[in-house]
């Protein structure tokens, strides 16, 4: 089975940092795209910053500058550090891996962010 496995969450002070992993297993393919999608309570989820497997990358305006998206060394692995954390950034962020095979998703991560 596919799967898909995060870690890094917690609680945090805004302006603080965290690190985001995920690592994918089962049958997948070197050519796709990894990243991170993010949803807080009652509103739709949103794109935070993937990466092609050609080192592409595409982000939040919300997010430049402070956070960066960067492929393991391990095969399908994604990390995401982030850094000047507000309250806003503030949900259940999920990692998200598209390729030929298909679109997945992780269980997702909670991010908290305090004043």
């Known amino acids: 089975q596919v799967q898909l496995v995060e870690s890094g969450g917690g609680l945090v002070q805004a302006g603080g940092s965290l690190r985001l992993s995920c690592a994918a297993s089962?049958?997948?393919?070197?050519?796709?795209?990894m990243g991170w999608y993010r949803q807080a309570p009652g509103k739709q989820r949103e794109l935070v910053e993937t990466?092609?497997?050609?080192?592409?990358?595409n982000y939040a305006n919300s997010v430049k500058g402070r956070f960066t998206i960067s492929r393991g060394n391990a095969k399908n692995t994604v990390n995401l550090q982030m850094n000047r954390l507000e309250p806003e950034d503030t949900g259940v962020y999920s990692c998200n891996w598209r390729g030929l095979a298909g679109v997945y998703w992780g269980q997702g991560t909670q991010v908290t962010v305090s004043s």
């Open positions: 990466i092609t497997s050609g080192g592409h990358t």
């Open positions: 089962g049958i997948l393919f070197s050519i796709n795209t």
